[in-house]
């Protein structure tokens, strides 16, 4: 798992990602208690884990972003300020081969 976001789980119990995993870095999760990461480092230094609902700063609401994407995802806004925003810098988006956003919009 690289350049994720996981978090927000909406299920009524259970963390946010569940089983064994390798981190390429880059991810923001927020419980992983159920999760194990494999490899060496198991966790990157980029990784930011254990982020707070109230710190995702995360619009609650499932939103059609519209985008060139088809068909639309549904999705959670990010709101300003919160830890996701130009997380990855330009150069390791480039990396991850991650050009557009899940809208399909191009990233800066």
Excluded at 16 to 24: K, N
Excluded at 47 to 56: F, I, P, Y
Aim: hydrophobic share 35%; charged share 20%; net charge neutral.
């Amino acid at each position: 798992m690289g350049a994720s976001i996981v978090a927000r789980n909406s299920a009524h119990t259970g963390p946010d990602i569940v089983e064994r995993l390798t981190t390429l870095g880059y991810n923001l999760v927020g419980d992983r208690s159920g999760s194990t990461f494999l490899g060496s480092p198991k966790v990157q230094s980029t990784d930011v884990l254990g982020v707070t609902s109230t710190d995702l700063k995360i619009d609650p609401a499932l939103q059609d972003i519209g985008g060139s994407a088809r068909p639309h995802t549904w999705t959670h806004a990010l709101l300003l300020g919160g830890p996701a925003i130009d997380l990855i810098p330009p150069d390791v988006c480039m990396m991850f081969k991650v050009y557009n956003d899940q809208r399909g919009m191009r990233r800066p």
